[in-house]
């Protein structure tokens, strides 16, 4: 079993969970940073204004990236990374997102980082929105529910594209783009201000239960109605991206909700189909596809949502297909019609439990055969380059006093999974790069914690942001850069 010899391997984090400095050198408050500490009890909380005397906010601090980029770059490189996956921090560039003129020192900030990982031949693949965006944009514009925001966004895309042309090859619109339409996800995926839940994971503790049904109702149709904007913002991305520099290449970004009909009851299985597509493929059919399916029509006129839409959109969705896939894999779950059956946790949403697969430390099934399935899947209905830009295990680890961690619960973890992958592409998928998610240390995005570790590198930190910082190789980080040296053969 191998893997191409210029196989992208790499990881993952996001500036918000990871970078910090949250207003150093002109950047401004992002729809993140009014996010408090929330654990798998209690959700991450939405304040209005920020209070740090009163709450503590992850992102503001996070793993200090901000301060720590050239000694991360450099393990990333100790590490042999051909690719590390980041994002830019939209409020770094433009603070209030509709600025007339960027921020020169966020701009040096990005290109600093850009250069250091030249310097090591990584090559980034950069977000340019990952679940934030300028507080200012949700404060006046209601986020991504107001069309305007698609000129603020293509502003800051025409920046980024012509400051780091050279520098960023791999560009990515959106983070995990079909989350805006999940429950509660309104100002979490679409800055929408409007929103009536906007705490974390309401969902798992009955806040959605509490709203009216016409409170609902409004908050779907301003979630799909935002989704579209995305949509044509991204496409709009594509195009100009394009013209901007022929060597650059635009992907989509999905969060891959993958399940599996609990049982052979028909209604289970059409339920399954039902929710693949419009959870899982509602999007993406739009981004490579350049058109909005017709099962996505019909859900939209049966659940009374009208989108509003301008004349020429639908030439720009033709005009601006993507060029590569990607996606995030961590869990599977089951769907079923009976509702007696509980669910279980995970990345969003995966539905009810599985009997035949075991839990992570915070809930989330572990299913490595899955992503084999879910690679074929996707491939057979796109045939284009894929990623897998997010995926491993979130474990609390020790810091032992020789200033060890041994984790051999995410060494098995990922052998598994890469083991998948390499199955997937025998089987004929196009699968060009794999970067896990948070290779150092980071805050969750769920619930804000930094003991829910995925990284190869530990960041001596705490969930109140305590602690020395501090950099420390795990045992995965040396099992990882052996896998790299040997370009996955030593998996076998």
Request: aromatic fraction near 16%.
């Amino acid at each position: 079993m191998n893997f191409p010899k210029d196989f992208l391997w790499g990881g993952a984090t996001a500036a918000n969970q990871f970078e910090g400095g949250w207003n150093e050198d002109g950047k401004l408050d992002s729809t993140a940073d009014h996010f408090t500490l929330g654990s798998r009890k209690s959700p991450r909380l939405f304040t209005e204004k920020i209070d740090e005397k009163k709450y503590f906010y992850p992102s503001h601090q996070a793993s200090d990236f901000y301060h720590h980029y050239k000694e991360d770059i450099a393990l990333m490189a100790e590490m042999g990374f051909k690719i590390y996956r980041m994002s830019i921090n939209w409020t770094r560039i433009f603070p209030n997102g509709d600025d007339k003129t960027p921020n020169k020192k966020g701009i040096e900030f990005y290109r600093n980082v850009f250069k250091e990982l030249k310097k090591y031949n990584i090559e980034p693949l950069v977000t340019i929105s990952h679940y934030e965006m300028p507080y200012h944009l949700a404060e006046t514009y209601d986020g991504w529910y107001a069309r305007e925001t698609i000129g603020f966004y293509l502003n800051y895309c025409k920046v980024l594209f012509t400051e780091y042309k050279g520098l960023v090859k791999y560009w990515l619109t959106f983070n995990e783009i079909n989350s805006l339409i999940l429950d509660g996800n309104g100002y979490f995926s679409g800055g929408i201000l409007s929103s009536s839940q906007k705490n974390m994971e309401a969902g798992l503790v009955g806040e959605l239960d509490d709203l009216t049904k016409d409170q609902k109702y409004e908050d779907v149709v301003k979630q799909y109605q935002a989704l579209h904007h995305q949509l044509v913002a991204s496409a709009l991305a594509v195009k100009l991206a394009h013209e901007t520099s022929s060597d650059y290449q635009v992907g989509c970004m999905i969060a891959g909700i993958t399940q599996y009909p609990y049982t052979c009851k028909p209604e289970d299985v059409l339920l399954s189909q039902q929710e693949r597509r419009n959870i899982f493929y509602y999007c993406p059919d739009i981004q490579v596809k350049g058109k909005y399916p017709k099962y996505a029509k019909r859900y939209l006129k049966e659940n009374d949502i009208q989108i509003k839409m301008n004349l020429e959109d639908e030439c720009i969705l033709s005009e601006g297909t993507v060029d590569f896939f990607t996606f995030s894999y961590y869990s599977t779950g089951c769907v079923t019609t009976d509702d007696q059956i509980a669910k279980t946790a995970g990345n969003l949403v995966f539905g009810v439990a599985n009997p035949y697969l075991e839990k992570s430390q915070w809930g989330w099934q572990i299913d490595p055969i899955g992503l084999r399935y879910f690679l074929n899947e996707i491939y057979d209905r796109y045939e284009i380059p894929m990623m897998v830009v997010e995926n491993g295990l979130g474990q609390e680890d020790k810091l032992e006093e020789d200033l060890s961690i041994h984790d051999d619960y995410r060494i098995q973890y990922m052998k598994e999974h890469i083991a998948a992958m390499g199955e997937a592409i025998e089987d004929g998928v196009e699968l060009i790069g794999y970067t896990p998610w948070g290779c150092i240390d980071l805050v969750a995005a769920s619930t804000g914690e930094m003991k829910k570790r995925y990284g190869f590198v530990y960041v001596d930190a705490d969930d109140e942001g305590d602690g020395t910082f501090n950099r420390y190789k795990k045992d995965s980080f040396y099992w990882y850069k052996k896998l790299i040296e040997t370009n996955g053969k030593s998996l076998y």
